[in-house]
């Protein structure tokens, strides 16, 4: 047998070779969580246990695992043509693509640039902000602006607009000429609120403040995620993405919103911009485009921003960026079988069906010791612990490990448990997953 067929149990791996990313490698090696295959909403790890996916594995295979048409694409397309080029070259399937995710994404977002991630889509969708500045004669505008709390992935740009501490401190320094908003999570007036939050729609007028200590002329961009995933799910305030809107347009910023998470139904519409109303200039995807399988991100640009850039008085004619495997035929087919069944199965509105049921059975935890707060929107909800005093984020470590122990697989990030089930997930699974983390906060409080 294959170890393809045969799952390799943890005694027989070494795990000292594989510096596991955004992992303390010697705490998982005190137990580690092994998984073998795949199907539906379901992992099995190597033991043969079953575990219910939480998380829709890092928050991207939407349409749950083991998608026959998805692996038939992608055999297929390696048989047919394993890699071609896209630089000064080109073949079919990103064209199609790109005209697929065009009419998926809100109007007037019709440009497309593959990336392989979403920290590629984050740095390329920076680079194009600076870019289109510079092309329209406002080549003084070089500034970004992030959010606290916020993560736009791990590239020197994603991360300098980032807001997440320990993925910053190491590594000095960053870009410089970037700020960043207040984050907004707020416990005392939002708490158990269900979907968006009513209060906090005045922390965007700190971009206002920006504009005035820094002057317009100097800011290129300003990028958030519509909705804070890695973080643990920090919802906007309602209005509040609709005031960076009405701000950024005033002072010609360019709006980017980082839907590496929320795109492709996760909220309930393709796109977080459209489940909320606002269009920002340029959307960053990856993740859910295809379903997980293969890597690739998009970027989805405005297409006066790409006219500018490309044939602006200062533009270039090209965009000097790009990946050897932008565009790779290989993810390219994997993406469009998704997409297939994202229309197929009408996945990309399931999240808004299943919302209300969802933050119901999320609210059933309210009581339960240690939890502060419940937050949802769409398929994704968090479950707020109050820290350790003495150890911050051990609780929801403990209550993480716990899960997957008990069948569940869910994410912790410091002492806030998410959740983003597969938008295949039935109510039944959903009540599972609940339970099972009920169960374990009980235990370990
Ligand atoms: N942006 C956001 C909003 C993300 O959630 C992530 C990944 N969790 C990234 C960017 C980075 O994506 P990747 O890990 O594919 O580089």
């Known amino acids: ?25 010697r705490q998982y090696k005190a137990k580690p969580r092994l998984l073998a295959s795949a199907s539906g909403v379901y992992y099995t790890d190597v033991e043969g246990r079953q575990v219910l996916d939480g998380t829709s594995g890092l928050w991207c295979c939407n349409a749950g695992h083991g998608r026959r048409e998805i692996s038939e694409a992608v055999s297929r397309q390696i048989q047919q043509m394993d890699f071609a080029p ?23 977002l019709n440009r497309v640039f593959f990336t392989n991630s979403g920290s590629e889509s984050v740095d390329t969708a920076l680079k194009i902000a600076l870019g289109y500045q510079r092309a329209i004669g406002q080549g003084t505008r070089t500034r970004l ?92 305030p309602q209005g509040y993405l609709q005031r960076l809107r009405e701000i950024t347009s005033k002072h010609g910023i360019v709006l980017i919103f980082d839907e590496v998470i929320t795109g492709y139904g996760r909220v309930g519409a393709p796109f977080a911009s459209q489940r909320w109303g606002v269009t920002p200039d340029i959307i960053t995807t990856a993740k859910g485009l295809t379903n997980g399988s293969i890597p690739m991100g998009a970027v989805f640009v405005a297409q006066h921003i790409h006219d500018a850039f490309m044939q602006g008085p200062q533009g270039l004619i090209e965009f000097f960026h790009g990946y050897t495997y932008s565009g790779h035929p290989v993810a390219a087919a994997a993406a469009l079988a998704t997409l297939d069944i994202y229309a197929n199965e009408q996945l990309l509105t399931r999240a808004a069906e299943l919302e209300d049921y969802w933050a119901d059975a999320l609210q059933s935890l309210r009581d339960l010791p240690n939890v502060i707060d419940i937050r949802n929107t769409g398929l994704v909800g968090a479950v707020h612990l109050a820290s350790r005093p003495d150890a911050p984020g051990a609780r929801g470590y403990e209550v993480f490990d716990g899960c997957f122990w008990e069948g569940a697989m869910v994410r912790c990030s410091g002492d806030i448990i998410a959740m983003s089930p597969p938008l295949t997930v039935e109510k039944a699974e959903l009540d599972r997953l609940v339970d099972t983390l009920a169960t374990v906060i009980r235990r370990t409080a």
């Open 1 to 25: 047998m294959t170890s393809l067929q045969h799952p390799t149990p943890a005694q027989d791996l070494s795990l000292d070779p594989f510096w596991m990313p955004f992992t303390a490698n």
């Open 145 to 236: 602006i992030g959010r606290e709390l916020g993560y736009h992935g791990v590239g020197f740009g994603g991360v300098s607009v980032g807001g997440m501490g320990n993925n910053r401190k190491a590594f000095i320094p960053q870009l410089p000429g970037v700020d960043h908003l207040p984050h907004t999570l707020d416990l005392e007036r939002n708490a158990f609120t269900k979907g968006l939050p009513t209060f906090g729609i005045e922390r965007a007028e700190a971009l206002e403040a920006l504009v005035t200590l820094h002057g317009a002329e100097n800011i290129a961009a300003v990028i958030v995620e519509p909705m804070s995933g890695s973080a643990g799910v920090i919802l906007p």
């Open 86 to 108: 896209t630089f000064q070259m080109g073949h079919p399937l990103p064209f199609q693509l790109a005209e697929r995710l065009s009419e998926l994404a809100p109007a007037g």
